[in-house]
Structures are given as structure tokens and as C-alpha cells.
């Protein structure tokens, strides 16, 4: 089992841009597949990318293509998310998951949770 604690949220004007960090616990870090989801108010969590134990692929939503990236660090067990051109709409809870398993495209097949930090833009 692995659990995972997420950083980097915050308050930040739209075109601006945030890095979030996702530490996991345990030695096998490195054959899990990661992902960040989203999830705004009123609405239900969604994809927001995902990467493979390798980092050799990855994936993101529609929405957020072009000014997402996702990456590991895999010798320190931490999953970065940085944001780049945030808009309002990128407001939500950000929560990383990590899959024992394969990784689909669009996020499938997630395993465990963190609890989510928030960002929020502002226009």
C-alpha cells in the first residue's frame, strides 16, 4: 500500500502558474503508475494527467493539454504536476492517485488517494 500526501496549492492570478508536489511512502514507488485529478466545486472529480512507472508516457485531459506537465522523480518518491497559464476554471481540489496496475489514458485503474490540495485562480 502506498499513501500520498500532495503540496503546492494556492491562491494565484489567472496566467500565472503553480507546481504541485506529490510525496509518496513506501520502497515500490517506482512501479507505480501516478495521476492528478481535479474536482470543483459542484462539479464531479476528473482526469487531469497521468504517468507511467517509467515516465516514458503520459497523458493529459483536452482541457488542460499545453499547459500541464507531469513528472517523477522516482529516486525521491514525489510526482510533480506544474501548471502554466492557469485560468479560473483550473480552480478545484487537486488529488494525486497512484495505480497498481496499468494506467489508462483518461485516468483509469487508480488505486489510492491523497487527500487533495486546493488551488484556486483568480481572474
Known amino acids: 500500500q502506498v499513501q500520498l500526501v500532495e503540496s503546492g496549492g494556492g491562491l494565484v492570478q489567472a496566467g500565472g502558474s503553480l507546481r504541485l508536489s506529490c510525496a509518496a511512502s513506501?520502497?515500490?514507488?517506482?512501479?507505480?503508475?501516478m495521476g492528478w485529478f481535479r474536482q470543483a466545486p459542484g462539479k464531479e472529480r476528473e482526469f487531469v494527467a497521468a504517468?507511467?512507472?517509467?515516465?516514458?508516457?503520459?497523458y493529459y485531459a483536452d482541457s488542460v493539454k499545453g499547459r500541464f506537465t507531469i513528472s517523477r522523480d522516482n529516486a525521491k518518491n514525489t510526482v510533480f504536476l506544474q501548471m502554466n497559464s492557469l485560468k479560473p476554471e483550473d480552480t478545484a481540489v487537486y488529488f494525486c492517485?497512484?495505480?497498481?496496475?496499468?494506467?489508462?489514458?483518461?485516468?483509469?485503474?487508480?488505486?489510492?488517494w491523497g487527500k487533495g490540495t486546493l488551488v484556486t485562480v483568480s481572474s
Open positions: 492517485a497512484a495505480a497498481e496496475g496499468v494506467v489508462t489514458s483518461s485516468g483509469g485503474g487508480m488505486d489510492y
Open positions: 504517468i507511467s512507472w517509467s515516465g516514458g508516457s503520459t
Open positions: 513506501g520502497r515500490t514507488f517506482s512501479s507505480y503508475a
